[in-house]
């Protein structure tokens, strides 16, 4: 079976994303586009998972916790973690790591955090969108210790990167996959690192509004629609 998934979207909590982007209208939306699991990855914060999941039991839709972070060299990465447990521990990390700068909503945008029913609960007050005081490899490390999956995101961008900003992989990463952008030339990156065959590849909307969510546009085998079993696929 093969399954639709975008494995790179925001909520309202990305100070850059839509005030729509909320718990039952992302979901919806990713619904009536044909998809099958969803990742809800917002910036350096899990804050709005637990509500994602909880309007997720609504619909057939499976929804895995995720974040996206960025790090001390200002790389964007994305973990994807099996339950919110995980992701609850992931977050403890980001307390400590997280610069406290408070958000300027006229210059970044709101960022709330949202109930099953799409109230905003909280306008969180510190900015998401710094970098935290980790390293790649010791962000990686963090990941993997709780059990969830790093990847490197959108790697074909000209800035956020981990291409961008440090200019390759290193095999001492660990990393088994690796995210590209839809407007991706891969065969021209792949010519530039040809390492690159050596992981899994992703291709995500990074959604911020409702209009960008993909559609079917990128598959991934599967036996059921399972969190576990996508995540395992991925990772194997």
Known sequence: MMLAVDLHIHSGLSPCSDNDMTPNNVIRMAQ??????????????????????????KYDMIVIPGVEITTKEEVHLLALFHNLT???????????????????????????????????????????????????????????????IPIPAHIDRHSFSILSNLGFISPELN?????????????RLAKKHPYLCDYKKIISSDAHGLGTIFERNFLIEGFSKEASEILSNLHT
Do not use: M, W
């Open 175 to 187: 990393l088994k996959v690796v995210e590209i952008t839809s407007t991706c030339d891969y065969i």
């Open 86 to 148: 995980q992701a609850a521990k992931f977050q403890e990390i980001l307390d400590v790591t997280l610069p406290k700068i408070n958000n300027n909503t006229k210059l970044f945008g709101n960022q709330y955090i949202y109930d099953e029913e799409d109230n905003i609960v909280e306008d969180y007050s510190k900015l998401l969108i710094s970098a935290i005081s980790l390293t790649l490899k010791e962000t990686i490390d963090e990941v993997i210790k709780i059990g969830g």
């Open 32 to 57: 009536l586009k044909g998809l099958d699991a969803i990742a809800i990855t917002d910036h350096n914060s899990t804050r709005n998972l637990q509500s994602f999941l909880k309007v997720s039991e």
